[in-house]
Each structure stands twice: as structure tokens, then as C-alpha cells.
């Protein structure tokens, strides 16, 4: 193996991937104070995976062809989710969740640390599996298992994120459906197959980084991600609103808040209300 790899290797492709986080966190940051909201920063949530990819594939001197399974992977799910936020947040105003962050003072200071400097952290911590990987031997013998295993679940996530979000605007774009509760194809199986299938592309992440030591140690960034998803800026948050709705509490009951279950039955339980 030639190349950067060993601590050396990683704290070249840390640091450069921190460089790019900061230019990329400050050039959004600098639309955003020029559009007058910062909802601009969920479209460079996904990119800024793909760019840390992408610094470690040319960087790293680990394992290639883990290398390329990892570039390829950040980037198909990087990409499709950077496309899909384009979309949401197009001809949109600042996102509730940020108004509600920044308050009556949203000034530089506060906006670079409540909002930039926190998904900055979020995107180099989580992909620490990509830069560990990168710099680290190849995958031998029995742990080819546990890479294998990575890519099934890599992909099982993928195909949950990018069915559930086409299944959403598309029941969204059908006027018949508005002030209905979207409980159909993935969304009767979890409420949140979106954010479920976010958890399992980057679990899948982990397992492959994890086919080579020292990459099992990464395991919190899954941690942290799944942590986030379900318990503090995704699904918590969206039922907290949700949840005062008629017909959501009808269908919290009879679907699983985030593992997919087969759905219950509906029981007196109408689908009228409104659409997440």
C-alpha cells in the first residue's frame, strides 16, 4: 500500500476535509445572509458528504477498491438527497426550525454557531468512517462478510430515502389528496422511512469502513446520526407538530414511529387530516 495512510495519512485527509467543510459552510452561509433565510444550508447537508468522499478516494492510500465502494456510495446518496432539498426549499422562507433557533436576534455570530458551525461539526464527525477507511488496509478473509453486509444495508437505506420522498411529493402533488394523511406504500410501514432509510445508508457506511481496523471505532458517527434523526432534528421534531393534526394520532397508532412493521389494522382509525 503506498500512499497516505496510518495517522499521518488521516490527519491529511481530516484536515482537508475540514477545509472544504469550512469553505463550503461559509460560501452558504453568504447566500443565505443574502437571501435573507438559511434554509439554504439542508441543500449542502448532502454535498458536503460527497466532497469529503471525494477528498478521501484522491487523498487516502487505504484499500482502493474500499475506497471507490465508499465514494461511489457518499455520492449516489449525497446527490439524490442534495437534488430532493433543492426542490423543498426552492421559492420557500426560512425553515420553522431555524426561525425558532434564532429568535428575535439573528445576528452573524448567532447564525454561524447555531446553525453553520453545528452541521459543519455534524458532517465532519459523521463521516469519519470515509476518512478513517480511506487511510487503513484492505479487507481480508472473513470480514469481506461484514463489507458485503455494509452494501446490502447501504442500499436497502437508499432505496427506503429516495422511495419514501418520491412517494410523498407524489401523493402531495395530487390534489385529491390534500387534507389527507400520507399512510400509503412505505409510509404505512414507518412514519418516517425517509429519515429510517438516512440511518441505514450511514450504518451501511460504518459496516463497510468497519471490514478493516482500526474503522470499527467510528461506530458513534452512525450513532450521532441516527441519534439526531430520530430523537433531536428529524422525526422528534416533525411528530411535535404532526401530532395536533386530525387523523395523525389515528395513524401513530396502527404505524411504527421509525423501524419498518407491518401496519396494524385501521380500526376506527380515518385517514382525514393533513398531509405531512
Given at each position: 500500500?503506498?500512499?497516505l495512510t496510518g495517522w499521518?495519512?488521516?490527519?491529511?485527509?481530516?484536515?482537508?476535509?475540514?477545509?472544504?467543510?469550512?469553505?463550503?459552510?461559509?460560501?452558504?452561509?453568504?447566500?443565505?445572509?443574502?437571501?435573507?433565510?438559511?434554509?439554504?444550508?439542508?441543500?449542502?447537508?448532502?454535498?458536503?458528504?460527497?466532497?469529503?468522499?471525494?477528498?478521501?478516494?484522491?487523498?487516502?492510500?487505504?484499500?482502493?477498491?474500499?475506497?471507490?465502494?465508499?465514494?461511489?456510495?457518499?455520492?449516489?446518496?449525497?446527490?439524490?438527497?442534495?437534488?430532493?432539498?433543492?426542490?423543498?426549499?426552492?421559492?420557500?422562507?426560512?425553515?420553522?426550525?431555524?426561525?425558532?433557533?434564532?429568535?428575535?436576534?439573528?445576528?452573524?455570530?448567532?447564525?454561524?454557531?447555531?446553525?453553520?458551525?453545528?452541521?459543519?461539526?455534524?458532517?465532519?464527525?459523521?463521516?469519519?468512517?470515509?476518512?478513517?477507511?480511506?487511510?487503513?488496509?484492505?479487507?481480508?478473509?472473513?470480514?469481506?462478510?461484514?463489507?458485503?453486509?455494509?452494501?446490502?444495508?447501504?442500499?436497502?437505506?437508499?432505496?427506503?430515502e429516495a422511495i419514501g420522498?418520491?412517494?410523498?411529493?407524489?401523493?402531495?402533488?395530487?390534489?385529491?389528496?390534500?387534507?389527507?394523511?400520507?399512510?400509503?406504500?412505505?409510509?404505512?410501514?414507518?412514519?418516517?422511512?425517509n429519515y429510517f432509510g438516512?440511518?441505514?445508508?450511514?450504518?451501511?457506511?460504518?459496516?463497510?469502513?468497519?471490514?478493516?481496523?482500526?474503522?470499527?471505532?467510528?461506530?458513534?458517527?452512525?450513532?450521532?446520526?441516527?441519534?439526531?434523526?430520530?430523537?433531536?432534528?428529524?422525526?422528534?421534531?416533525?411528530?411535535?407538530?404532526?401530532?395536533?393534526?386530525?387523523?395523525?394520532?389515528?395513524?401513530?397508532?396502527?404505524?411504527?414511529?421509525?423501524?419498518?412493521?407491518?401496519?396494524?389494522?385501521?380500526?376506527?382509525?380515518?385517514?382525514?387530516?393533513?398531509?405531512?
Amino acid at each position: 500500500m503506498t500512499g497516505l495512510t496510518g495517522w499521518a495519512g488521516f490527519g491529511v485527509v481530516t484536515g482537508a476535509s475540514l477545509l472544504f467543510i469550512v469553505v463550503l459552510q461559509a460560501i452558504t452561509f453568504a447566500v443565505g445572509r443574502r437571501l435573507g433565510h438559511y434554509n439554504v444550508v439542508d441543500v449542502i447537508w448532502g454535498f458536503g458528504f460527497v466532497g469529503i468522499g471525494w477528498i478521501a478516494l484522491i487523498l487516502g492510500g487505504g484499500d482502493i477498491t474500499r475506497r471507490w465502494i465508499l465514494a461511489v456510495a457518499v455520492t449516489v446518496w449525497g446527490l439524490r438527497l442534495t437534488w430532493h432539498m433543492l426542490g423543498k426549499v426552492r421559492g420557500k422562507g426560512e425553515d420553522p426550525r431555524y426561525a425558532k433557533v434564532l429568535g428575535d436576534n439573528p445576528s452573524a455570530g448567532r447564525v454561524i454557531r447555531k446553525i453553520f458551525g453545528t452541521q459543519g461539526a455534524a458532517q465532519w464527525f459523521v463521516s469519519l468512517p470515509l476518512q478513517v477507511s480511506a487511510v487503513t488496509h484492505a479487507t481480508h478473509g472473513i470480514w469481506w462478510i461484514v463489507l458485503i453486509a455494509g452494501v446490502v444495508l447501504w442500499a436497502i437505506g437508499i432505496s427506503f430515502e429516495a422511495i419514501g420522498d418520491a412517494q410523498m411529493t407524489s401523493f402531495k402533488s395530487d390534489p385529491s389528496n390534500k387534507g389527507k394523511i400520507m399512510d400509503r406504500g412505505l409510509w404505512a410501514w414507518t412514519r418516517h422511512p425517509n429519515y429510517f432509510g438516512d440511518s441505514a445508508v450511514w450504518w451501511g457506511m460504518w459496516l463497510i469502513a468497519a471490514s478493516a481496523w482500526p474503522g470499527v471505532l467510528t461506530v458513534l458517527s452512525p450513532v450521532v446520526m441516527t441519534y439526531f434523526l430520530v430523537f433531536a432534528t428529524g422525526a422528534r421534531l416533525l411528530e411535535q407538530s404532526m401530532s395536533k393534526r386530525d387523523g395523525y394520532p389515528e395513524y401513530q397508532q396502527r404505524t411504527s414511529y421509525f423501524f419498518p412493521l407491518p401496519p396494524k389494522t385501521r380500526e376506527g382509525a380515518g385517514s382525514q387530516g393533513h398531509a405531512p
